[in-house]
């Protein structure tokens, strides 16, 4: 069945550290891969996306790129800010699904401190 | 526009209660979901509906109903709270395809 897998967290950062949080999936074909963040207190909402092979998804600052080869969707950031502290999910859709299902991980605690 | 709304934001029930969480959507979608957030655990899916008039059940089906109420409305039902349905429940919407859906605030539900 498809999966993803995240680093488990927290992960704990000063203001300006660079930011990697490692992300892989299993799935038949071509999924499209997703980046959705959770702020405190609040539902998800979605970052970035990519939909195909060595697309590269960005927003506000955060990149990551669909690897078919390695099967991985890493979410990067060169400069984080306080307010980047947030619970961060790497998801899935799989190719086969019309209805738009997504396959959650099980979310990165990021915590950034002054 | 207020995107995708839920009620109750929290609420408390004792083993055995019922209790329906509500949800709607302004974005004029087509599909809506229902999850559960539980830590470490990501987000479960419980039942969708890939369009108004149809539900399906996701990953987490036992204890739920749903009703597709219209093509704005999609309702959790629970016929006999039980403790293990202690937990953050969110709704979402999408268009077909491409899976990107947008997020209710959730409701915190403690059962005790």
């Known amino acids: 069945g498809n999966s993803v897998t995240q680093m488990e967290g927290p992960v704990t950062l000063s203001e300006e550290a660079f930011l990697t949080i490692n992300c892989t999936y299993t799935?038949?074909?071509?999924?499209?891969l997703f980046w959705y963040v959770q702020y405190p207190g609040e539902g998800l909402q979605l970052l970035l996306k990519?939909?195909?092979?060595?697309d590269k998804g960005s927003n506000k600052g955060f990149e990551a790129t669909y690897r078919k080869e390695t099967t991985s969707f890493h979410l990067e950031k060169g400069s984080v800010q306080v307010s980047d502290s947030a619970v961060y999910f790497c998801?899935?859709?799989?190719?086969?699904?019309?209805?738009?299902?997504?396959?959650f991980g099980a979310g990165t605690q990021v915590v950034v401190t002054p | 526009n207020a995107g995708v709304t839920q009620t109750p934001k929290f609420q408390v029930l004792k083993t055995g209660q019922s209790m329906t969480l509500q949800c709607a959507q302004d974005?004029?979608?087509?599909?809506m979901y229902w999850y559960r957030q539980d830590p470490g655990m990501g987000l479960r899916l419980i039942y969708y509906?890939?369009?108004?008039?149809?539900?399906d059940k996701g990953e987490v089906p036992n204890g739920y109903n749903v009703s597709r109420l219209n093509k704005r409305e999609f309702s959790l039902r629970l016929e006999s709270a039980a403790p293990s349905q202690t937990s953050v429940y969110f709704c979402?919407?999408?268009?077909?395809?491409?899976?990107?859906?947008?997020f209710g605030p959730g409701t915190r539900l403690t059962v005790l």
């Open positions: 990519a939909t195909k092979a060595d």
């Open positions: 509906s890939a369009s108004e008039g149809t539900t």
């Open positions: 998801a899935l859709s799989p190719p086969t699904d019309s209805w738009g299902k997504l396959q």
């Open positions: 979402a919407s999408s268009e077909r395809g491409w899976g990107e859906q947008f």
């Open positions: 799935a038949t074909g071509y999924p499209s």
């Open positions: 974005m004029n979608h087509n599909s």
